[in-house]
């Protein structure tokens, strides 16, 4: 069973940056594929942010394109999302994913963090 934990989120004027992290802990693969999803109300989650094992290749949703970064510390077993510019509407619960496979779809995801909200304010 693999733990995911995020942390990091909260509420921000928009413009501001945000850093969110995701511990994994249990017994997984070191070669899982780690990213984030999001959803805000009354919408369907949505992929944000994907990154490889050796954190050499990376995807991202063209909605968080040249404002989110994510990287890996696999020495740490974490996971981060940098969020720059943030705007409203990206206001959102944020879930920390991971499997052994690269995967746009909430339904192929194996493990799950119970997720952190970031509400962006105008």
């Known amino acids: 069973q693999v733990q995911l934990v995020e942390s990091g989120g909260g509420l921000v004027q928009a413009g501001v940056s945000l850093r969110l992290s995701c511990a994994a802990s249990g017994r997984t693969f070191n070669s899982y594929v780690m990213g984030w999803f999001r959803q805000a109300p009354g919408k369907e989650r949505e992929f944000v942010a994907a990154?490889?094992?050796?954190?050499?290749?990376?995807w991202s949703a063209d909605s968080v394109k040249g404002r989110f970064t994510i990287s890996r510390d696999n020495a740490k077993n974490t996971v981060y999302l940098q969020m720059n510019s943030l705007k409203p509407e990206d206001t959102a619960v944020y879930y920390c994913a991971a499997g052994p496979v690269l995967t746009t779809r909430d339904g192929e995801v194996e493990y799950w963090g119970k997720g952190t909200l970031v509400t962006v304010s105008p």
């Open positions: 990154i490889s094992w050796s954190g050499g290749r990376t």
